[in-house]
C-alpha cells in the first residue's frame, strides 16, 4: 500500500556532511508525521527527529544544532541534513511515517528499510 525509501547514506569523514531523503509513494491520502530514528550496532533504535503537517520539529538532544529536518509535502520526501558528524553519528538510519491510506481513515505507521551512515575519526 505505502512505501517509504530512504537514500543518501554512505560514508563521510568527521566534521562532514550528508543528507538523507525519504520519498513515500503507494496510495497515500495524507502525510500527518515524518520522522528518522537511527539503530547503531548492539543498541535500540532511537528518534531523531520529528516534522508534522503544520511544520513543528523537535530533535533529539545529541542532534539539536547539527542536523536539520525537512519537508516537501507535494513531493512526499522527506529530508534529513546532517552537518558536523562524529563516529557516534554512524548508524543505520530509519525512515518513519504516520500516513492516511486512501480510502482508510486511520492513520498508520510506515517505515523504510533503512540507510547506513558510517563516520569515520
Known amino acids: 500500500q505505502v512505501q517509504l525509501a530512504e537514500s543518501g547514506g554512505g560514508l563521510a569523514q568527521s566534521g562532514g556532511s550528508l543528507r538523507l531523503s525519504c520519498v513515500a509513494s503507494g496510495r497515500i491520502q495524507g502525510i500527518i508525521d515524518m520522522a528518522w530514528y537511527r539503530q547503531a550496532p548492539g543498541k535500540e533504535r532511537e528518534l531523531v527527529a520529528t516534522?508534522?503537517?503544520?511544520?513543528?520539529?523537535n530533535y533529539a538532544d545529541s542532534v539539536k544544532g547539527r542536523f536539520a529536518i525537512s519537508r516537501d509535502n507535494p513531493k512526499k520526501t522527506a529530508y534529513l541534513q546532517m552537518n558536523n558528524l562524529t563516529p557516534e553519528d554512524t548508524a543505520t538510519y530509519y525512515c518513519n511515517g504516520r500516513i492516511i491510506v486512501s480510502g482508510d481513515v486511520r492513520v498508520r505507521e510506515f517505515w523504510g528499510q533503512g540507510t547506513a551512515v558510517t563516520v569515520s575519526s
Open positions: 516534522m508534522n503537517l503544520s511544520g513543528t520539529k
